[in-house]
């Protein structure tokens, strides 16, 4: 991590040390106080955290959907408030094709939100980007 305050290194933490040790598109939980990602790896999708003050990582099992996509699940949105991080996947179907859904994962529950609308049927080669805007009153 850099403080950007005075432009300067001031932690390191090691990636890939273990399986859960691994995160991609990273965003922030200021309640937590955490880093955090979702990860598809060897046909599981998992939620990664890590504490930057104490280095430790957790992970939590995600069941229902068979791939993170959006460039590994950095094309993401978190609404801090409510600590929904909303990430693409897919569901395959049985002629080959895999249907895209925009899914909910409560962060802080470490689950999936029901329904996962289904954004399109797709094959491969799909890029789609996704952001959050809170409304601000």
């Known amino acids: ?3 950007l305050r005075v432009g300067k290194m001031t932690t390191v933490i090691p990636e ?11 965003k922030w ?20 955290q890590v504490d930057p003050s104490t280095g430790k990582w957790s992970r939590t099992m995600l069941a229902g959907f068979d791939a993170v996509v959006g460039n590994d699940g950095s094309v993401s949105a978190f609404d801090a408030k409510s600590g929904t991080l909303y ?36 094959g491969l080669g799909v890029t789609l980007q996704l ?3 809170p409304t601000t009153k």
């Open 1 to 3: 991590m850099i403080d």
């Open 16 to 26: 890939g040390s273990s399986p859960s040790a691994i995160l991609l598109g990273m």
């Open 29 to 48: 939980d200021p309640i937590t106080k955490r880093l955090l990602g979702v990860l598809g790896q060897q046909g599981d999708i998992e939620l990664h």
């Open 87 to 122: 990430v693409l996947m897919t569901k395959d179907n049985p002629g080959g094709s895999q249907e895209l859904h925009l899914v909910s994962v409560y962060v802080r529950q470490g689950a999936i939100g029901i329904p996962a609308p289904v954004l399109a049927t797709v």
């Open 131 to 133: 952001t959050f805007r």
